[in-house]
C-alpha cells in the first residue's frame, strides 16, 4: 500500500526557513515524479514545485527563488527548503507522487509564518 508522510512544517517568523520532507512508502521502485501543493484556509490548492525522477525541476513564480525541490531516490525521499518565508506562504502543503500513472497525496503539514 503506498503512503506519502510529511513531516518539517511548524511556525516560523517572516525571513526564517523550513524544510519539509515527504516519504514515500509502499511502492519504492516505481515512484515517478514527486511535487508539493498548497492549500490556504478559504483558497484552493496550489501547485509549488515538482521534480521527476530525473531531477528535472518546476516551481510555481510565487515561489522561484525561495523554494528548492530535491530528492534523494535511494531513500524515497523529497524535500521542499523553503527560505524568506513570507505571511503569504501560511498553508497546508501536501506532497504528491506519480506511482504507475497513479497519483497520490499525503495528509499535509501545516506551514504558518508569522510577520
Known amino acids: 500500500q503506498v503512503q506519502l508522510v510529511e513531516s518539517g512544517g511548524g511556525l516560523v517568523q517572516a525571513g526564517g526557513s523550513l524544510r519539509l520532507s515527504c516519504v514515500v512508502s509502499g511502492s519504492p521502485s516505481s515512484v515517478g515524479t514527486m511535487g508539493w501543493s498548497r492549500q490556504a484556509p478559504g483558497k484552493q490548492r496550489e501547485f509549488v514545485a515538482q521534480?521527476?525522477?530525473?531531477?528535472?525541476?518546476d516551481s510555481a513564480d510565487s515561489v522561484k527563488g525561495r523554494f528548492t525541490i530535491s530528492r534523494d531516490n535511494a531513500k524515497n525521499t523529497m524535500y521542499l527548503q523553503m527560505n524568506s518565508l513570507k505571511p503569504e506562504d501560511t498553508a497546508r502543503y501536501y506532497c504528491?507522487?506519480?506511482?504507475?500513472?497513479?497519483?497520490?497525496w499525503g495528509q499535509g503539514t501545516q506551514v504558518t509564518v508569522s510577520s
Open positions: 504528491y507522487s506519480s506511482i504507475r500513472g497513479n497519483t497520490y
Open positions: 521534480i521527476t525522477s530525473g531531477g528535472s525541476t
